[in-house]
């Protein structure tokens, strides 16, 4: 009499436990630790804003317009009288909440998207070329052109930055899918009549988590420049909302009276996006040792 055997002890899939593993195991370099600190430090100047910024930071005052730093306005202020320094604390909240929501809207989207299509292959042959269409248009372009047609609020700009970032996500997920589907664990769950939603989410995607954190890390920055480049175009959030970008693209006509207009805002979105990209390798690096050493 043949044994049966529960779906249940098969050998899974175990990407939560790698993934944890190549994070614990990873050693971080000076860089990265550097770029850790830094993040801290801009994620409580986001979260407690209303605490640290000592003036309104849309509040104008045209009678202290262009002052330069002094204890009562720590870095100046702009060409309306606007605290400085206040501007450039809320506007590392406006950065965050976009990076992090285009990063969260993408893996929404594309998760489910990219495991269909790397399983189905009747889904697969529709969708990827409907992203590759996607992937042919600029993402800059797309996301000028969905602000200019709706209305430029924090939401429409994140999902204006969300559509061009999906399908780098569907094919990356579509890739691990495909690769997974021929191991021996999921076609003995196929030959037991495994239900196929239960392949997909305790044998397929544990394994897309860690490409996923990597990329996911990539795409925030990258978000956040995107942002930061549409405010400066003047295609992004009002102009009275303090974002990096508002404050650039208003101090640079003022650059060679005051430079400081944009230098803060400039030096702190710089080292931003630099922080958040070590990080993206340094995950890399821990989850995916291979890649390391043949880089190296």
Known sequence: MQARTHPHSLPVARGFQRLLSGLLRGRPKGATLLATLFLIIVVLMAVFAPLIAPFDPTE???GDRLKPMSAEHWLGTDAY???????????ARISLMVGIGVAFLTLLIGMPLGLLAGYFRSIDAILMRFMDGLM???GILAAIAIVSLTSANLWTLMIAITIPEVPQIVRLIRSQVLSSREEAYVEAAVLMGTPTLTIIWRHLMPNTLAPLIVQCTYICAAAILTEATLSFLGVGISSETPTWGNIISEGRVYFQLKPSLIFWAGILLSLCILSINLLGDAARDAL????KRREG
């Open 81 to 91: 009288g606007r605290d400085l320094f206040s501007r450039v604390v809320y506007g």
């Open 136 to 138: 042919a248009i600029p």
């Open 60 to 62: 104008l005052s045209p």
């Open 288 to 291: 995916d040792p291979k890649m």
